[in-house]
Each structure stands twice: as C-alpha cells, then as structure tokens.
C-alpha cells in the first residue's frame, strides 16, 4: 500500500512538473526525444520534463536598433548611418529551427543591406527620398529572412549623420536657393505692378475727372497721419493755357520769317526774333540835304 501511494505521489509529482503556462502571445515548440514533437500555446501545455524539451518563442513585434554604420554613397560622401528595424516571429517552428539565434541574425543581415543600399544610392535621393530607401530596405531584409519564419514590418533609417564640412556647404547651399527665390519673387512683383499701374494710368488718362480724383485721393491719405508734410503739385489744368499760347505764338512767329531764304528757323529763334522786333523801335526816315 506504501509503494502504491509512493508510486501515486511520483505521478502527481511528475505531472504537476510537466505542466507549463504559455502567455498569449508566447508560443513554445516542443522537443520529444531530440525530435521536433508540436507547437504549442498559448495556456496550460503539458511537456514530459524528462523526454521533451520546450523553448518558448516570443511573437510580439520587436524593434532592434541598428547601431551607426560608416557608409560611402555613390557620389563620394561619407556618412554615419542608423537605423530602426521592426520585426516580429510567423513560424516559430522554423525560428527555432532553421537559426540558431533569430535576432542576432537578423540585425546583422538588416546592418548589411543598410550598407549596401545606401552605397548605391546619392546623397540628395537619401535626404530627400528617404521612404523610397527604407521600402527598398524592408523588401530585401523580409525575403531573406522569411525562410527563417521571420517577418519584417518596417526598416527605418533613423539619423544620417554628416560630416561638419558637408553642412556648411548645403548650408551656403541653401541660402544661395532662397536668396535666388526672393530675388524671382520680387522681380515678378515688379513686373505685375507695372503692367497693373499701365493699365490704371491708360484708364485714368481719358478722363481729367479721374486725375483730379486720384489727386485728392492721394492728399486725403497723406493727411491721415498725425505729423506729415503735404505737398500739393500744381495741377495740370492750371498750366494747359500757358502751354497751348505758348505753341501759337510759336507758330505764328513761324509764318511771320521770310520764307526766300528757303530754310526754316528753328521754333526758338523765331520765337526770340519776334520779341526783339517788339522791343526794338521802329526805324525813322532821315531827310536828305
């Protein structure tokens, strides 16, 4: 009866040891005999702890950094890159299995074609096009590690690091480019207001009305501030007499030269003769003895 309760207490002993708790995103892949037996998980699994041997495999996503790696890019330009590769297990079987250890493979691999990569593209498409270069990165890291169950979500280039001289340059670089964009903005801005101010003054010109009305414009805005100096150009309304007397005494003086000679005064020199002979007497007769 001793041995019988002895043997009993073994069993239960035994059972109790062999029984294991997986999480819900643990799976565990059980060895029987050296010989792959099944995965298990998640809950209460039962493994012989004499005859089998489990190993727990984790299926959450994973995020491994990539430490700094010196790249030379196509153009010449050496780098420090790094990088930020997301990750998760699909097959624990083959895991375990296929690799000895997944993680550390699958960084160096990850390192590897961020070196590669990168070394085949220029500096500009690296800083500019920086999704173009991490979905080429994904695709190669997740079609050689997809034989090792390994599924790969995302690879990241985090930080490009450059060296001191090479900022100055795309520093002075692109000031350069916005100076010369100010300078194109401004030149267009000249050109619309001049093309605008034609048109308001080929508008404004048919009508006298319309000056005079701009002109008081003008001085009611100037008037606006608390201490200024108005100053009221004379219009040109006011000076059109004097210009249109001035022309027909121009050309009257004109007619009046003698047209023998053949050559025309200029309208100055008509203009001065006329007013010399107005000032100048007019000559007497003088009796002869």
């Given at each position: 009866?001793?041995?019988?309760?002895?043997?009993?207490?073994?069993?239960?002993?035994?059972?109790?040891?062999?029984?294991?708790?997986?999480?819900?995103?643990?799976?565990?892949?059980?060895?029987?005999?050296?010989?792959?037996?099944?995965?298990?998980?998640?809950?209460?699994?039962?493994?012989?702890?004499?005859?089998?041997?489990?190993?727990?495999?984790?299926?959450?996503?994973?995020?491994?950094?990539?430490?700094?790696?010196?790249?030379?890019?196509?153009?010449?330009?050496?780098?420090?890159?790094?990088?930020?590769?997301?990750?998760?297990?699909?097959?624990?079987?083959?895991?375990?299995?296929?690799?000895?250890?997944?993680?550390?493979?699958?960084?160096?691999?990850?390192?590897?074609?961020?070196?590669?990569?990168?070394?085949?593209?220029?500096?500009?498409?690296?800083?500019?096009?920086?999704?173009?270069i991490n979905r080429i990165l994904k695709e190669i890291v997740d079609d050689?590690?997809?034989?090792?169950?390994?599924?790969?979500?995302?690879?990241?280039?985090?930080?490009?690091?450059?060296?001191?001289?090479?900022?100055?340059?795309?520093?002075?670089?692109?000031?350069?480019?916005?100076?010369?964009?100010?300078?194109?903005?401004?030149?267009?801005?000249?050109?619309?207001?001049?093309?605008?101010?034609?048109?308001?003054?080929?508008?404004?010109?048919?009508?006298?009305?319309?000056?005079?009305?701009?002109?008081?414009?003008?001085?009611?805005?100037?008037?606006?501030?608390?201490?200024?100096?108005?100053?009221?150009?004379?219009?040109?309304?006011?000076?059109?007499?004097?210009?249109?007397?001035?022309?027909?005494?121009?050309?009257?003086?004109?007619?009046?030269?003698?047209?023998?000679?053949?050559?025309?005064?200029?309208?100055?020199?008509?203009?001065?003769?006329?007013?010399?002979?107005?000032?100048?007497?007019?000559?007497?007769?003088?009796?002869?003895?």
């Open positions: 009866m001793e041995i019988l309760l002895g043997a009993l207490a073994v069993v239960v002993l035994y059972t109790f040891s062999s029984l294991c708790i997986l999480k819900q995103y643990e799976r565990g892949v059980v060895f029987l005999l050296g010989k792959f037996w099944a995965t298990k998980g998640p809950g209460l699994v039962f493994v012989p702890s004499i005859v089998a041997k489990m190993q727990r495999v984790s299926l959450r996503i994973l995020a491994i950094d990539i430490k700094p790696q010196d790249v030379i890019t196509r153009d010449n330009v050496s780098l420090k890159v790094n990088a930020v590769l997301y990750m998760r297990v699909k097959d624990p079987k083959m895991a375990v299995i296929e690799i000895e250890d997944y993680l550390y493979a699958t960084g160096q691999l990850a390192q590897t074609t961020l070196r590669t990569v990168l070394g085949e593209a220029e500096l500009d498409e690296l800083l500019a096009d920086r999704v173009k050689r590690s997809n034989r090792w169950g390994i599924e790969v979500s995302a690879v990241e280039v985090k930080d490009v690091g450059l060296p001191v001289e090479m900022k100055r340059a795309m520093a002075r670089q692109a000031e350069c480019e916005r100076e010369r964009r100010a300078k194109v903005i401004a030149a267009e801005g000249e050109y619309q207001a001049a093309d605008r101010l034609t048109q308001a003054a080929s508008i404004i010109g048919t009508e006298r009305q319309a000056l005079a009305l701009r002109l008081l414009q003008t001085i009611v805005e100037i008037s606006s501030e608390t201490t200024s100096t108005v100053l009221l150009p004379i219009p040109m309304d006011l000076i059109k007499p004097f210009t249109e007397l001035a022309q027909k005494v121009t050309k009257s003086a004109e007619k009046q030269l003698p047209e023998s000679t053949g050559v025309q005064m200029p309208a100055a020199d008509a203009t001065e003769r006329v007013s010399n002979s107005k000032r100048s007497p007019p000559p007497q007769a003088v009796a002869s003895p």
